[in-house]
């Protein structure tokens, strides 16, 4: 039994591992100034590729639901997640989305029962600090809107995960995936096109070789390895996972871009 969770958390940790590449393929390959579009890039064909594989659409109740998961999970905090970006410093940014994990205890005691311990407590107060040592760097300006937008995110993502793990599907893994993929694809489209105006008309091969990445590892495989990992352990426990997301952005900035990695860097990332 032991071994067999062990198991399920070192694939499910391969989502957030993943996605902590994300920044360097964004700063490297994809055209600057286009968050929205490559959040909209990375989800919807994602989804849509998934749908077309299992051959499964919602049933019944499952179309609001999958519209409010893909909401949550996919579309509104991307939205949120990027805004973030823009207005504050990544560091800040990533430091008040760390407080997810206790967000996430506090609903799942909340809304599904589930015990929030001391020790729940105590290990998301040392995410924070640890992702905080990590990433935070003197001197970094704050931006209310930012600020608001980071933790609206860290909030949304919450109650996502809690509800996906509320609202079991009996369809396949893979199929549910695919919808909330697609539902928070679609609702980024009138945003994107509102904030960013119209795509590019000429893509490098670069560019390709990004989007391609985000949508099929960092969207399609890594959404389904999180989700299935939902459904096996606790919410709480899946939402630490994330910050493993920072830890690898750092690891990767500082082996592929020659970026320094301080002692209280590396202190951050133990404690994570």
Known sequence: MLRNRLAVVLVTALAPAVWGTTYLVTTELLPPGRPLLAAVIR???????????TRRLPQGGWWWRALVLGALNIGVFQALLFIAAYRLPGGIAATVGAVQPLITAGLSAALLGDRLTLRTVLSGIAGVAGVSLLV?????RLDAIGVAAALGGAVVMAFGVVL??????????????????????????????????????????DNVLGYAYLCLIGAALTYALWFRGLRALPPTSLSFLSLLSPVVATVVGWLALGQDLTPLQA??????
Do not use: D, F, M, N
């Open 164 to 205: 996906s793990k509320r609202w079991v599907s009996p369809a396949p893994l893979l199929a549910t995936t695919g919808w909330q993929l697609t539902a928070g694809g679609l609702l980024l489209v009138p945003v994107t096109l509102l904030a960013e105006g119209a795509p590019p008309s000429h893509y490098t091969a």
């Open 43 to 53: 989800c919807l064909p994602a989804g849509l590729l998934l749908i077309a594989l």
């Open 267 to 272: 202190l951050g990332a133990l404690v994570v």
């Open 136 to 140: 935070l760097r003197a001197g970094a």
